[in-house]
């Protein structure tokens, strides 16, 4: 299982879980070598604040960050976490997450849409991000997965549901490339 405090270290920094507000998933000090990260958080959480924080120390990014610098940061922190290749041609969210559970069901969307998927992911029924238009069939899928409480197939589209963590419940409609 890949751990982003693993990985850090790796590159010689050491990292410090502590409680940090609730906005602040981690930030790191270079000259120290240090990267904090939010104790408060779930573990896959932690695990790409730590990696984004590496990113950003490796590609040496001096704060204020830019948006360019936050989305080079991501990126990095994603191959770092869960290289697409790993992924192969495997579609199925809730086997990604079985083989790469240190990774969260969104996280593992948004790799999927790196593959070149449509991806949209919905919260407590409403759209919370798209990378690509949707059609009224597709709405219906996702929408019958919240109705169901069950994952939906449809033509060359799949509604997983994710199962309610108390504060939301989550599909995550992903359309496959043919």
């Given at each position: 299982m890949i751990h982003g405090t693993q990985i850090a270290i790796e590159y010689g920094y050491q990292v410090k879980a502590k409680?940090?507000?609730a906005s602040?998933?981690?930030f790191s000090n270079a000259g120290k070598g240090k990267i904090f990260v939010n104790s408060k958080l779930p573990e896959y959480r932690q695990n790409f604040g730590i990696l984004h924080e590496l990113a950003h120390l490796q590609m040496k990014h001096k704060p204020p960050?830019?948006?360019e610098m936050e989305i080079?940061?991501?990126q990095l922190a994603a191959e770092l976490l869960l290289p697409i290749s790993n992924i192969g041609n495997i579609t199925d969210l809730h086997f990604l997450k079985s083989k790469f559970p240190y990774v969260s069901y969104e996280f593992l969307a948004r790799r999927l849409a790196?593959?070149?998927h449509m991806v949209a992911v919905y919260d407590n029924g409403q759209l919370k991000t798209k990378n690509g238009p949707l059609n009224g069939y597709?709405?219906?899928i996702a929408r019958q997965a919240f109705v169901d409480k069950a994952d939906v197939q449809g033509n060359e589209v799949t509604?997983?549901?994710v199962p309610s963590n108390g504060t939301w419940e989550r599909v995550i409609l992903v359309?496959?490339?043919a």
């Open positions: 409680p940090l507000p602040v998933v981690a960050y830019t948006e080079e940061a991501d790196d593959l070149g597709q709405g219906r509604a997983f549901y359309c496959f490339l």
